[in-house]
């Protein structure tokens, strides 16, 4: 979804939920990425790691959820300028993730508006896995 008007400071970035982390995709990214982590596809690490029962899903792909919900705001990946994030919790096959953020700025640089936002992910049940800040561009 494409904004028309340019998003003002307090205004929420549509949020996005993930409604379920799915095992087999964070199993197939820990061979995309060669993490050879095994939190990520054996459940006995998991359990020795004292991390439960659930495959962890990588911090990468989480963040990645939010740069999703920042382009489909923005229309865009392209749009998508800077992400920094801080990793703060687990995400584990199964959780569902919550993405949000809220406009802090609005500028114009170099023929661009610039929104400045913060964002976050959380996981199904409340938990703030990811804290952050971001960029986006939105057409003069």
């Known amino acids: 979804m494409t904004t028309t008007t340019l998003p ?7 949020p996005l939920r993930v409604d379920s982390v799915e ?8 061979l995309v990425l060669q993490d050879p982590n095994p939190i990520h596809f ?11 029962d659930r495959e962890v899903n990588q911090g990468g792909v989480t963040m990645a959820f939010v740069m999703n ?15 920094d994030c801080r ?9 569902a993730v ?13 023929g661009e508006h610039l929104v400045d936002c ?7 049940d409340g938990v703030r896995a990811i804290a952050g800040t971001a960029t986006v561009a939105f057409p003069v």
């Open 87 to 95: 990793f703060s919790a687990n995400v584990f096959a199964g959780d």
């Open 118 to 124: 913060e964002v976050w992910a959380d996981s199904g």
């Open 42 to 52: 054996d459940l006995a690490a998991v359990r020795a790691a004292g991390l439960g």
């Open 8 to 14: 003002a400071v307090g205004d929420a970035v549509p």
């Open 23 to 30: 095992a087999d995709k964070i199993r197939i990214m820990a």
């Open 98 to 110: 919550d993405l949000g953020g809220t406009v802090t700025a609005v500028r114009e640089v170099d």
């Open 69 to 83: 919900m920042l382009a489909a705001w923005a229309g865009s990946r392209a749009a998508v300028r800077v992400v």
